[in-house]
């Protein structure tokens, strides 16, 4: 069975900076988009950043020019680097995958992680 897991969130002050780690479980072959969403109290869950298997990146407005997301395709991983946070960053932050081939399975789409708490609060 295919998951994700995240690791990397927590507590950090407004302009400090936080990396978020996702990795790919199971036998993969190939993964078509990697991302982050994230969902603040009592709002819907909202695109952070994406990145494609051919290494093309989309960022929402409200983190372009702050966050970084990258991906190791050898290790099945995606990453994001979360600089100057502001308190409006927090949020619980998904991994999301989709398209993911595995070896000798069915393609998975629309595969959520179980969330990770990111709190920016002096």
């Known amino acids: 069975q295919v998951r994700l897991v995240e690791s990397g969130g927590g507590l950090v002050q407004p302009g400090g900076s936080l990396r978020l780690s996702c990795a790919v479980s199971?036998?993969?072959?190939?993964?078509?988009?990697l991302g982050w969403y994230r969902q603040a109290p009592g709002k819907e869950r909202e695109l952070v950043a994406i990145?494609?298997?051919?290494?093309?990146?989309t960022y929402a407005d409200s983190v372009k020019g702050r966050f970084i997301i990258d991906g190791d395709n050898d290790k099945n991983m995606v990453y994001l680097q979360m600089n100057s946070l502001k308190p409006e960053d927090t949020a619980v932050y998904y991994c999301?995958?989709?398209?993911?081939?595995?070896?000798?399975?069915?393609?998975?789409?629309?595969?959520w992680g179980q969330g990770l708490q990111v709190t920016v609060s002096s």
């Open positions: 999301h995958g989709d398209r993911i081939v595995r070896v000798g399975r069915p393609v998975t789409y629309d595969l």
């Open positions: 199971g036998r993969i072959f190939s993964i078509g988009v």
């Open positions: 990145i494609t298997s051919g290494g093309s990146r």
